[in-house]
T-cell receptor, first 114, second 109 residues
Framework: EAQVTQNPRYLITVTGKKLTVTCSQN?????MSWYRQDPGLGLRQIYY???????DKGDVPEGYKVSRKEKRNFPLILESPSPNQTSLYFC?????????????FGPGTRLTVT | GIQVEQSPPDLILQEGANSTLRCNFS?????LQWFHQNPWGQLINLFY???GTKQNGRLSATTVATERYSLLYISSSQTTDSGVYFC???????????FGKGTRLSVIA
């Protein structure tokens, strides 16, 4: 089954404790991205990657890191989480060249930073 | 950047009623998607519809790209249709999606 998976689905952590949210897709998509969703602010892009070893900032990259060492994986790293990073996070992927450009989303990760 | 506006922001329906949700966007696009976010927070792909009309069961969507709008039709609504409906378009070309603020639908039995 074609899908985007994220882990963990739920995470409660404390300020300053480094964490990684994993994202993996099995559709051989070149393009992957991370979004966060907050009440009243909607979904906003954090980082995206056009292909392996190519990443770029989205609208709200501060406090986050990403890496793209393999085509299928695109982990989101919070080096020193803070309470304002409490949010619902989504990973997404799609093909890059030739279309269709339908984007597929993972199930989401609910992160709480206390 | 491109602007995406959805209407209405909130909608309450009796089970069995029909509804039309609208998405306006400010620039030409080569991609438009409709999503349903269920009460558990999951984003479900409904339609990938840069132009034309598609149907999937009780749901259908139409995008008129030249006039920069898309419509999502829900017929014979059910309580399981409740949630938030988003449309999304790319900034341009291959860039990430920009989401509208959504339409929150509540279907009452």
């Amino acid at each position: 089954e074609a899908q985007v998976t994220q882990n963990p689905r739920y995470l409660i952590t404390v300020t300053g404790k480094k964490l990684t949210v994993t994202c993996s897709q099995n559709m051989n998509h070149e393009y992957m991205s991370w979004y966060r969703q907050d009440p009243g602010l909607g979904l906003r892009q954090i980082y995206y990657s056009m292909n392996v070893e190519v990443t770029d900032k989205g609208d709200v990259p501060e406090g986050y890191k990403v890496s793209r060492k393999e085509k299928r994986n695109f982990p989101l790293i919070l080096e020193s989480p803070s309470p304002n990073q409490t949010s619902l996070y989504f990973c997404a992927s799609r093909t890059r060249a030739g279309g269709p450009y339908e984007q597929y989303f993972g199930p989401g990760t609910r992160l709480t930073v206390t | 950047g491109i602007q995406v506006e959805q209407s209405p922001p909130d909608l309450i329906l009796q089970e069995g009623a029909n509804s039309t949700l609208r998405c306006n966007f400010s620039d030409s696009v080569n991609n438009l998607q409709w999503f349903h976010q269920n009460p558990w927070g999951q984003l479900i792909n409904l339609f990938y519809i840069p132009s034309g009309t598609k149907q999937n069961g009780r749901l259908s969507a139409t995008t008129v790209a030249t006039e920069r709008y898309s419509l999502l039709y829900i017929s014979s609504s059910q309580t399981t249709d409740s949630g938030v409906y988003f449309c999304a378009v790319p900034y341009s070309g291959n860039t990430p999606l920009v989401f509208g603020k959504g339409t929150r639908l509540s279907v009452i039995a």
